[in-house]
């Protein structure tokens, strides 16, 4: 099975920016789409950002849209998000995790983590005012 380990998240200043790296053990290529989802204490997960895999479209949630940037690398196996512009709301802790689906916007949709078997420890973001 497929392992995930998440790295590059840190405390900022809102306006602040931060990169996280999700590497994974597997080929990314055996899935339709990956993305990343966030948890913030005492919310449901959601997801944030997607890419699929086979077209390279992506889509973000509209809290992050023209923020958040989402890119993949199949040779390394690596699925990047550059965050620009971050705010106190997206403090959270943050998760890879691929879908056989390739829709994006299925995998943007609310709940849809409980379909989602493989997930990292997460990666802590932390945005102060």
């Known amino acids: 099975q497929v392992q995930l380990v998440e790295s590059g998240g840190a405390s900022v200043h809102s306006g602040g920016s931060l990169k996280l790296s999700c590497s994974l053990s597997g080929n990314m290529e055996d899935y339709g789409a990956i993305g990343w989802f966030r948890q913030a204490p005492g919310k449901e997960r959601e997801g944030v950002s997607c890419?699929?895999?086979?077209?390279?479209?992506?889509d973000y949630a509209d809290s992050v849209k023209g923020r958040f940037a989402i890119s993949r690398d199949p040779a390394t196996n690596t699925v990047t998000q550059q965050m620009n512009s971050l705010k106190p709301e997206d403090t959270a802790t943050y998760y890879c995790a691929p879908a056989f689906d390739s829709s994006c916007h299925w995998y943007l949709s609310p709940g849809s983590y409980q379909y989602l078997g493989v997930w990292g420890q997460g990666t802590q973001v932390t945005v102060s005012s």
């Open positions: 890419i699929s895999m086979e077209s390279g479209a992506t």
